[in-house]
């Protein structure tokens, strides 16, 4: 069935706000230390470049990115995680924070921490723009978040139905036309 977007869930203004305050909780929390931030593409890309113009200029950070499929349909993750693309740094000693568009069932993230939690890094935290906690499978720690929104399937600010409207710069959720 042809999805097409319905009203606006989360404005521009809204996101604005969150974004100055999720970069000020992070800069509280990791001022002093060697900071290592991973986004999740492509999906958290829109909104950790956001979040990175709200750090302060003396924060110690770099960015890296991953790129995980999961395995399931368009909209269930089945919890099996292909990585595409891992980290280019190695991040033993440092503190990483996870950068994730949306938790849903939590599975990917839970895949995630796991991984990373190997690689012994002296902290790994969790930085969410959107939770969907009546989805949620497994329990995963979100340390800074950003909206918690009802079960509803959700586009736009790099969130995506079938690699479409990642570039809306609000979010919507969506709805199928019949
Ligand atoms: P989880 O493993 O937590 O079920 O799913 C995480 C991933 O599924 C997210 O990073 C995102 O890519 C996708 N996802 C989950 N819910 C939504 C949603 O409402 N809208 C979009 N566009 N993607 C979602
Ligand atoms: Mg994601
Ligand atoms: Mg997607």
């Given at each position: 069935?042809?999805l ?23 800069n509280?929390?990791?001022?002093g ?39 399931g ?6 919890g ?17 924070l996870?950068?994730?568009?949306i ?18 890094p ?11 906690p009546?989805?949620?499978r497994?329990?995963?720690p ?15 600010y790099?969130?995506d139905?079938?690699g479409?409207?990642?570039?809306l ?5 969506v709805?199928?036309r019949?």
């Amino acid at each position: 069935m042809p999805l097409e977007i319905s009203s606006v869930l989360i404005s521009q203004e809204q996101i604005r706000e969150k974004v100055l305050q999720l970069g000020a909780e992070i800069n509280e929390r990791y001022r002093g230390q060697e900071l290592v931030v991973v986004g999740i593409l492509k999906g958290a890309v829109f909104f950790l470049s956001d979040l990175a113009r709200a750090l302060e200029p003396e924060l110690d950070v770099s960015f890296d990115f991953m790129s995980v499929s999961s395995y399931g349909s368009a909209t269930e993750s089945s919890g099996v995680v292909r990585i595409l693309k891992d980290l280019d740094s190695d991040v033993r000693g440092k503190h990483v924070l996870i950068v994730e568009d949306i938790v849903d069932s939590g599975l990917t993230l839970a895949y995630l921490l796991q991984l990373l939690r190997q690689r012994k890094p002296a902290s790994l935290g969790v930085c969410a723009l959107l939770d969907k906690p009546e989805r949620r499978r497994v329990e995963v720690p979100i340390d800074f978040r950003g909206f918690v929104i009802p079960d509803a399937y959700v586009v736009g600010y790099g969130l995506d139905a079938a690699g479409k409207w990642r570039h809306l710069p609000e979010i919507h959720t969506v709805v199928s036309r019949s």
